[in-house]
Nanobody, 124 residues
Framework: QVHLVESGGGAVQAGGSLRLSCASSESTPRTECIAWFRQAPGKEREGVVSIEDSGTTHYVDSVKGRFAISRGKSKNTVYLQMNNLAPEDTAMYYC??????????????????WGQGTQVTVSS
C-alpha cells in the first residue's frame, strides 16, 4: 500500500504564496506519476498539476504561470509551489499517485493512491 502525506497548507492573502509537499512511502512504478488535485466546498475534485518520474509536467490552464511542481532529490517527495494565489484557489489539496500512463489525465478515478489532504485558504 502506498502512503502519501501532504503538508504545507495554510491561510494566505490574495497574491501570496505557499509551498505544498507530498511525501510518498515509496518510489516505484505505482508512483511514477504524482498529481495534485483540489476540491472546494460543493464542487467536484479537479486535477491541477502532475509530474512524471521523468520530470515531465502537466498543468491545467488556470494555474499555468502561477504553480510549479517539482520532485525532490529522492523522488519520494513532490513539491507544489503556488504563487500569486487567488481566492478561487481556496480548496482542500490532495496528492495522488499512479502509473506514468495516467499523467496528464485529470480524472480522479485514474489514480489509485491518495493522501488525506491539506487545506489552502486564500482571502481577498
Amino acid at each position: 500500500q502506498v502512503h502519501l502525506v501532504e503538508s504545507g497548507g495554510g491561510a494566505v492573502q490574495a497574491g501570496g504564496s505557499l509551498r505544498l509537499s507530498c511525501a510518498s512511502s515509496e518510489s516505484t512504478p505505482r508512483t511514477e506519476c504524482i498529481a495534485w488535485f483540489r476540491q472546494a466546498p460543493g464542487k467536484e475534485r479537479e486535477g491541477v498539476v502532475s509530474i512524471e518520474d521523468s520530470g515531465t509536467t502537466h498543468y491545467v490552464d488556470s494555474v499555468k504561470g502561477r504553480f510549479a511542481i517539482s520532485r525532490g532529490k529522492s523522488k519520494n517527495t513532490v513539491y507544489l509551489q503556488m504563487n500569486n494565489l487567488a481566492p478561487e484557489d481556496t480548496a482542500m489539496y490532495y496528492c495522488a499517485a499512479g502509473g506514468w500512463v495516467v499523467c496528464g489525465s485529470w480524472a480522479a478515478t485514474d489514480f489509485n493512491y491518495w493522501g488525506q489532504g491539506t487545506q489552502v485558504t486564500v482571502s481577498s
